[in-house]
């Protein structure tokens, strides 16, 4: 009998993940630490390509300071994001007092940015006005991945409107804080030339909206409906000159982090280009600057342009 290798159990007192990289405050390239705290996860778990509902367990308010203030020791970061693979903002993941009590510390540690995520009904206006009075330069991000209701709805499944992001970043600016907009490259069942179009699309009518907007390429999380499509060879993550595409043609500022790039499960070219490829993506994020793509060529160009083409009239079946 094979025995597979076991797997680590979730500890509650140990974030999902931390780490450290370089993100774009002001115009200035500062310091950034992330940390993912692991919680009881998002109550919706609904959508067709998200697989962090694995990461949840239930926790108590002890567990969720330890793990913070773990993640935090020696900090020295201007920015700061704390994200749960779910809402921030709702009590049921994060009470309000622990919310409040780790805004409270970042901003006695000097960290001049807060990025957090939510869904749009955990966005209220006393909770919000709550944080933005304890922590620094709140930023908040919602994943609206699409500004068209009938692919947000009957084919990512988020379970919110349009109006809906409109009326949280309503709130979010009244507080006094940012909005962050998380736009997705390539739903199921959409094209590679209909998923451009959508992120163009979807990005010049959230930015009215939103401070910044920040392009997610899709990757192929284990257990979702995605996977099962991409096994049965229904769907491809998209190719990474659509998200250079995108990233070209949409108002900025745009980031964009290709998780993924270059694996079967993210997004990728044919392989031979990849790196490159995520490397300029990576190096626009900071700097906001289109000629970082300038002389950006593979061979596997003329191929892209010619799924494009054909999956048009593929009924949304990949072709490569």
């Not at 390239?29 to 996860?41: D, E, K, N, S």
Request: charged share 25%; aromatic share 6%.
């Amino acid at each position: 009998m094979t025995v597979g290798k076991a797997r680590t159990p979730k500890d509650p007192r140990r974030p999902v993940a931390v780490w450290r990289s370089k993100e774009l405050l002001d115009g200035d390239v500062a310091g950034a630490l992330t940390i993912i705290l692991r919680t009881r996860g998002c109550r919706w778990r609904r959508c067709t390509m998200c697989g962090f509902a694995a990461e949840g367990m239930i926790v108590s308010a002890d567990d969720l300071i330890y793990q913070f203030r773990s993640a935090t020791k020696g900090l020295s970061e201007r920015v700061v994001k704390i994200y749960t693979s779910g809402s921030f903002l709702d009590e049921k993941e994060v009470p309000s007092f622990v919310r409040d009590l780790m805004l409270r510390e970042l901003s006695a540690a000097g960290v001049e940015r807060v990025v957090i995520e939510s869904r749009p009904e955990y966005v209220l206006g006393a909770t919000m006005d709550s944080v933005a009075s304890a922590g620094p330069g709140i930023e908040v991000g919602i994943g609206l991945e699409t500004s068209n209701d009938i692919i947000r709805e009957h084919v990512i499944g988020k379970g919110f409107a349009f109006v809906d992001f409109q009326e949280a970043s309503r709130i979010v600016h009244a507080s006094g804080s940012r909005v962050k907009a998380y736009l997705l490259l390539k739903p199921p069942l959409l094209s590679e030339g209909g998923a451009i179009l959508d992120a163009i699309n979807s990005a010049r009518e959230a930015r009215p909206f939103a401070d910044v907007l920040s392009l997610n390429l899709c990757n192929i999380q284990r257990g979702t409906p995605l996977e099962r499509m991409w096994e049965r060879g229904e769907y491809r993550p998209p190719w990474l000159w659509s998200a250079v595409e995108v990233l070209l043609n949409a108002p900025t500022p745009i980031i964009c982090d290709p998780v993924g790039a270059g694996a079967r499960r993210g997004p990728h070219n044919c392989g031979e280009c990849d790196a490159l490829f995520a490397q300029a993506i990576r190096r626009h994020a900071l700097e906001q600057d289109p000629s970082v793509f300038d002389g950006l060529e593979c061979s596997c160009r003329p191929l892209w342009e010619k799924v494009i083409e054909l999956e048009e009239h593929s009924f949304g079946t990949p072709l490569v």
